[in-house]
């Protein structure tokens, strides 16, 4: 009798254990991307970090490109891939990560990486760049309503006058035909901002 009341203690208990190791290896593990999405400049290398709520989970992933170059498939813990657009405006890489622990995969969780053209290739335009430095900087003579015949909220006018207008920003602020004329000298940024207009073929938008 006694035997007989071991044996299905021990049988008990090794229903439970068993019970116990089956649900363990049922959880299904929950993934977690840091960050949920991220903007990078085209050349720069992706950062995102992946974790679980489950011990020695791996992650794998996919991934959709459009517009850029450099988004593989692959796996491990942190996703750091180069990615370059493939023209001049901006691309997506958008990778769907699966986690997986002890034979059990969990729902994947998705991260969308922007790529934005770096400032070097990204063209000036008078509408985005050129008409408010210009705003800004030579009212109100040179706008609509102000006192000088040329208005560089025009851009057939500027566009007309840009080499004059370059010159003369770049004179000493003591020089006679500074522009513009008792204010401040551009930074060396705007500056570098119209002539790079210029190199890049004086496009209105």
């Known amino acids: 009798m006694k035997t007989r009341i071991l044996i299905l203690m021990l049988f008990s208990s090794f229903l439970v254990l068993n019970s116990c190791t089956e ?20 050349g720069a290398a992706t950062s995102i970090s992946l974790t679980s709520s489950v011990a020695a989970t791996t992650f794998s992933w ?17 996703i750091a891939q180069t990615l370059t657009i493939t023209g001049t405006t901006s691309g997506t890489a958008t990778y769907s990560i699966t986690p997986t622990a002890n034979g059990t ?38 706008l609509t309503g102000g006192t000088h015949a040329s208005k560089w909220d025009d851009y057939q006018t500027t566009k007309s006058k840009i080499s004059g207008i370059l010159d003369r920003v770049q004179r000493e602020t003591t ?31």
């Open 23 to 42: 649900d363990e290896e049922a959880t299904a593990p929950v993934a977690t991307a840091t960050p949920t999405s991220q903007t990078i400049t085209s």
């Open 62 to 78: 996919t991934v959709v490109q459009a517009g850029v170059t450099g988004a593989t498939s692959g796996s491990g813990s942190s």
């Open 105 to 142: 995969s969990g729902s994947p969780v998705s991260v969308t990486v922007t790529v934005n053209p770096a400032a070097s290739s990204a063209k000036v335009t008078y509408n985005a760049n050129i008409k408010t430095l210009l705003a800004s900087s030579c009212t109100p003579c040179h």
């Open 175 to 205: 020089a006679t035909g500074f522009m513009p004329a008792g204010g401040s000298k551009l930074s060396a940024e705007n500056i570098a901002l119209l002539k790079k207009w210029v190199d890049d073929g004086l496009l209105e938008k």
